[in-house]
């Protein structure tokens, strides 16, 4: 079955820092793949999906994630951290090729904190 | 800006009292999802429905039962609440775009059961 692993529950940089939050998955198969945010008492909210093509995918808020196939990656980038990006970061995958219905399984989140 | 909503935002209710969670989206979607989030814990799909009179349990086992009787409308009902469904419930529904479905969410409604 299909799995998704995030490394680091919780991840602390500074203003202005790179952020990497990582993520990887099980499948042999690539999946397609997705990042999502929850800011403190919202739900989630896409920001990047990552289906066929280019392997590097731009999303919202300056964020960007890498299909590495042979690491079976998918980690999520943004140069320049802001205060507006602390938040909870889930990656998720669909359970197998082509999206499944709609369906994901969610890696247990990372949690990101910016020190000014 | 996708129109999902959820009701109550928070609920805390006694052992045993029947409840039912609402969430409602605007957008026509077909697919609908229940998930459970714990803190630190994965989001867990505990039901979803691809249309009207369509409903099926996820990964996750759950006492609660859903409905699908209107495209806009999946209700969550807890017959007799316990403690151990203290949680954060988060509705989600999704629409094909760019080669995936994405899933859009409510705002979730956190239960505690006292």
């Known amino acids: 079955a299909q799995s998704v692993t995030q490394l680091g529950s919780h991840v602390s940089v500074s203003e202005g820092a790179l952020v990497l939050l990582r993520c990887n998955y099980s499948?042999?198969?690539?999946?397609?793949l997705f990042w999502y945010v929850q800011y403190p008492n919202q739900g989630l909210q896409l920001l990047l999906k990552?289906?066929?093509?280019?392997?590097l995918v731009k999303g919202i808020n300056g964020f960007e994630a890498e299909f590495k196939k042979s690491e079976t990656s998918f980690h999520l980038t943004k140069p320049s951290a802001h205060m507006s990006d602390a938040a909870e970061y889930f990656c998720a995958v669909t359970p197998s090729r082509g999206g499944s219905q709609g369906n994901l399984i969610f890696g247990k989140g990372t949690k990101l904190s910016v020190k000014p | 800006e996708a129109d999902i909503y959820q009701t109550p935002r928070y609920l805390v209710i006694g052992t045993g009292k029947k409840i039912t969670l609402e969430c409602s989206q605007t957008m026509g979607h077909d697919k609908m999802y229940w998930y459970q989030q714990d803190p630190g814990m994965e989001l867990h799909l505990i039901h979803y429905?691809?249309?009207?009179?369509?409903?099926e349990k996820g990964d996750l086992s759950s006492e609660s039962t859903v409905s699908r009787i209107r495209t806009e409308h999946f209700p969550l009902t807890l017959e007799s609440a316990r403690p151990s469904h203290t949680s954060q419930y988060l509705c989600?529904?999704?629409?094909?775009?760019?080669?995936?479905?994405?899933?859009?969410f409510g705002p979730g409604t956190r239960l505690t059961v006292t």
């Open positions: 499948s042999s198969v690539p999946p397609y």
């Open positions: 990552y289906t066929t093509g280019a392997t």
């Open positions: 989600a529904s999704s629409t094909y775009r760019g080669r995936a479905y994405e899933q859009y």
């Open positions: 429905s691809y249309g009207v009179n369509s409903t």
